[in-house]
């Protein structure tokens, strides 16, 4: 009994290794199997997206001619062969294809029909600004011709175009083009330069005509930065100069234009001329002449008076020479102030000065001009002029003085002859 025992257990140890052993052989068959499924599967996918893929590129058609060219490769000699290289077409617009006609018969257009203003350089045709950080389309351009008429007689006129933009506290000014110059200038260069008064920096913008002629064009923009609180104390002044063979600056006339906050929002954009002030015709006085604005202010009490240039002066051309600008109600001297330090005898001072005067006043009260030279001990006293109503003088100056009151909107300027050190022009 106990040796057929021991055998039913033998047996049972035998059958349940077998059992093991089936098992394990199954599950290896079973995962070779899906190991194969799989394999076959991923050979057929591949197989199937490479019939959707061309062995061979193809070019597309193009309907002009290109010119196909086969450049040798540095890797010939590794048996990979030529290189197929393609030029792209080039595609040119119609309309310019006649640029160049256009750009040589520009100048004779213009002399032959002056209000044709549809043609500029390389700008778009109807476009007078330059393209950049400035968006053209701002702008307005005049719609009727009369805006773009010569001026009558000799004079000479600028267009212009002022923009304030309050958010950046910036001035753009986009000088367009003059008209009328004189027939000796027509092969001399022409400068137009800018300069806003007052201002600390006596550095100007300049800007240079694109083509020589009596009609020059511009189309330049400039930037002057200004913040909101001082722009209705500020002018732009414009000098149109001629540049000759022997590089000499010719001035050919200027414009002064008083900046106001409530006009610039008007006339934003909007294109403008003016004609320039020459006063070359007038003779030059014994003692020299000086160039002044005014302007006097009812509502706000403000006397403006604006000290441009002098020319003739006695004295050197490297004399410095300042303005001093005084102002009296009677005899009694209220206020005193002076212009920057300029060198020669024919100085440019650009420089703006403001006074109190109650309107009351006007009738009592006068400017007195000064030109001297700074000295350590005392100034040197060279010319003198008094302008005010008609208490104090006469002429010139007493015109001046009226225009200024009954144009309370405009800077009224006026070339006035000096007088000596040693006597006061107009009565006392």
Known sequence: MRKGSICLGRHKDLLVALACGLSAAFLLLLLFGLSVYLLWRKRRTQTFYRGLIPATPTIPRCITPVLQTSQSSTYGSHGSGDVPFIVPPRFKRAPQLNDKKEESNSAEQWDLNPDLHSQRGSLTVGSWFPLGSIRPDLYQLPEEPSEWALPDGSAVRLWFALRYQQDKEQLVVSLLRAANLPTQCQRNITLVKLQLLPSDDRRHRQAKARRKGCHPQFNDTFVFQVSNSCVDQCSLNMSLFTVDHQKKHHLMGQILIPLICSELKEAAGKVQWRDLDNESDQPLSKNGDIQVSLNYNQSLHRLTVVVLRARGLQCCSEAAVCAKVCLKIHTQVVRNKWTTVAKGNSPSFNEKLTFRL??????????????????????????????????????????????????????????????????????Q
């Open 358 to 427: 109650l309107p009351m006043q006007l009738d009592t009260a006068c400017l007195s001009l000064q030109i001297q030279q700074p000295s350590t001990e005392k100034p040197v006293l060279l010319a003198i002029v008094v302008i005010g109503p008609f208490m104090y003088a006469r002429g010139r100056e007493l015109e001046h003085w009226n225009d200024m009151v009954s144009k309370p909107q405009e800077l009224v300027r006026q070339w006035h002859p000096l007088g000596s050190a040693d006597t006061v022009q107009g009565p």
